[in-house]
């Protein structure tokens, strides 16, 4: 400042004479307008929109240059929110496909599982109402043979299916003495007899095959090709006769030499013909559905076995692949059993229908049901050394073969292992570690965040340093511990470690306590609270969302955990889902819809709760701290 300067300046133009401020108001103020203190001047009024009228007058209207700018970056914006919803969309779809296989392939059939190209979407079962039928799906297009193009194939196919057609008829079929197949059937047929020698065609044979495909299938089908696609393209179905066994495994056939059908019709729109099963005599079903929902099968057969030592009944059929419900009846030797489940019809190949009493269930968590239960309902009719069977086959709708194809592979899943011991012990396992990590880590995370004693700062980094230990080098000496404490093949060695804390979660818990002021816990010292009630009443409310994101960590690590199951336990009723999936898997590692189906019955909890408490296991993750 030069020496000849004053200060407070003197006003500028329209200010007073003795210059105190403020200055006199503008042409067109007020007298009683106020100013801001200070040399603050008076700040101009903000312009309106566009064609409004402000204090500066009216705000001229925007170029057109303004307007092509503006334009260009609302498309701009436009273009960056669609590419980003765009890339989320698609992550969405890239993360969320192998969750949507999974689904789907648990309730796929076999034939589904093993098709190229692969069966995206399950097909919907088809809608029989009568029996037996040709079915016009059930095999995928062929590949070309080696030696033959795509483009040939695709050309010489309609005459490929029209000869494979008639070498079908005049190789096989007419010698069943049915009825020839409709013309819908033909594609399924023609399909199945390349399919069946597709493999054995050398690149001549191929190339024969397309110059001359009659003459080429004389030479290659064979009698167990032709065997092959009928039983596949003819649905029908068969029944064999009655066994019953007893409580010492003793297996009796029934049958009786003066009945000239084993099986009769009861009730309904049905009959029955000769035929054969594998080598043996069975009894071929025909029914319609036109009249009814129902028919009704039956037989009445001299039994050896003593009535109070019955245990199982078995009967050998093949399906239809209808997918009806069939319902049994039994009076055995004057004692009446009823069916609790339905046996659906959903495949068409030779299998074993079994049906056993409930006091001859699973004595074991390692037994597996392969049966359908029967229930004793009271006293039958029929004399001590007889037996009364009844069949029940009820039409199912498409809707309902639908759920029955749905439910299937989860059924099967639930019976053939012990699903419900396996859950028990896994929700054990998980409230005692969530119970566990909780207390144990914030009890140690409130001494290092909020108490002040001597070496805090060294045990804390002594505390994180254990992060940095592979589970490899502590695992044989935890092990040896836990076996020399008498815990070998129990559940405590996989909960009692979560009440000793957990490196990750203490250093979580502790950074979000540190966030929380400090002047909570004087005001509640000056009360005369304990620092156990500071920790109690005060910090654990504060910090419920790094609970929750620790709840939810414990939560997915025990339902997971599946090394250790695998190194502490050996009997299998201490089996939780993580170690029975994996037993599961090694005895029926060939039948993919059931794997899946619990693979699914495990996961899906999981994903269950991730997005029901996402909110504060985002929370917890970001530490966002005390609210208000």
């Keep these: 400042m030069r020496a000849n300067d004053s200060y407070p300046p003197t006003p500028a133009s329209g200010g007073t004479a003795n210059g105190s401020y403020p200055p006199t ?3 067109g103020g007020t007298a009683n307008d106020s100013y801001p203190l200070g040399r603050l001047q008076r700040p101009r009024p903000l312009p309106g929109r566009e064609g409004e009228t402000t204090t500066n007058g009216p705000r001229p209207h925007r170029t057109g240059g303004a307007k092509a700018a503006f334009r260009r970056a609302a498309r701009r914006r436009s273009f960056v929110s669609i590419f980003a919803h765009t890339c989320l969309i698609i992550g969405c779809v890239l993360f969320g496909f192998p969750f949507y296989w999974l689904l789907s392939t648990s309730v796929k059939e076999q034939d589904e599982l093993f098709r190229d190209p692969p069966v995206w979407v399950p097909a919907w079962p088809a809608h029989v109402g009568q029996s037996p039928y040709f079915a016009r799906s059930g ?11 795509a483009s040939e194939w695709r050309a010489a196919w309609p005459t490929l299916r029209e000869a494979a057609v008639r070498q079908m008829m005049d190789g096989y079929i007419t010698r069943q003495g049915v009825a020839p197949p409709p013309p819908d059937s033909y594609e399924c047929i023609a399909r199945g007899v390349y399919q069946a020698i597709g493999a054995r065609l050398s690149p001549e044979a191929a190339r024969a095959l397309i110059a001359d495909p009659a ?6 089908l064979e009698e167990r090709d032709y065997k092959t696609v009928w039983d596949n393209v003819y649905r029908t179905f068969v029944i064999r006769g009655v ?5 010492g495994f003793v297996q009796y056939k029934l049958k009786d030499e003066a009945l000239a059908k084993q099986w009769q019709v009861a009730s309904g729109d049905a009959s029955l013909a000769p035929a054969k099963l594998g080598k043996q005599a069975a009894a071929q079903v025909s029914y319609r559905f036109d009249g009814g929902r129902s028919f009704v099968l039956e037989t009445d057969l001299p039994s050896p076995m003593d009535p109070a030592a019955f245990r199982r009944l078995t009967i050998p059929f093949r399906g239809d692949r209808s997918w009806h419900r069939v319902d049994l009846e ?9 069916s609790t489940e339905s046996l659906i019809l959903f495949s068409n190949l030779p299998q074993e229908a079994a049906w056993q009493v409930p006091d001859a269930d699973r004595t074991g968590a390692s037994a597996f049901r392969d049966y359908l239960p029967l229930k004793s309902v009271g006293p039958g009719t029929t004399a001590r050394d007889r037996v009364h069977v009844k069949l029940t086959v009820t039409r199912n709708s498409s809707l309902g073969a639908a759920f029955a194809k749905a439910r299937r592979n ?13 859950f028990r012990n896994t929700l054990i396992l998980v409230f005692l570690n969530v119970i566990g990590q909780i207390l144990s880590c914030s009890v140690v995370a409130y001494a290092f965040a909020r108490l002040k004693w001597p070496g805090r700062d060294i045990s804390f980094a002594v505390v994180l340093s254990t992060m940095m230990l592979p589970a490899q080098v502590t695992m044989i000496p935890v092990f040896l511990i836990y076996r020399y404490l008498g815990w070998y093949d129990t559940l405590q060695p996989l909960w009692v470690g979560s009440f000793f804390g957990n490196a990750f979660f203490i250093f979580l818990l502790r950074q979000f306590m540190r966030t929380i002021p400090k002047d909570l816990e004087e005001a509640a010292k000056i009360d005369g609270c304990s620092f156990f009630g500071m920790y109690w009443k005060i910090i654990m409310p504060l910090i419920r969302p790094a609970l929750a994101a620790v709840a939810i960590f414990s939560f997915m690590n025990a339902w997971n955990e599946f090394m250790g199951p695998l190194i502490y336990l050996n009997d299998q009723r201490l089996y939780p889902l993580s170690l029975g999936l994996y037993q599961f898997r090694i005895e029926h590692a060939a039948d993919f819809g059931m794997l899946m189906a619990a693979s699914a019955l495990m996961i899906v909890p ?3 709760v991730f997005f029901v408490a996402q909110r504060h296991f985002i929370q917890g993750v970001t530490l966002t701290g005390m609210k208000g």
């Design 25 to 27: 108001p503008p042409s």
């Design 139 to 149: 095999y995928a297009m062929p590949k070309p043979p080696a030696g033959v193009t």
């Design 215 to 220: 003459a080429a299938l004389q030479k290659v």
């Design 243 to 247: 066994t019953v066994q007893d409580q």
């Design 330 to 338: 039994a009076d055995i030797g004057g004692q009446l059993y009823r």
């Design 410 to 422: 989860y059924r099967d899943a639930l019976n053939f292992v012990p699903m419900g011991t396996y």
């Design 606 to 608: 999981v994903v269950i």
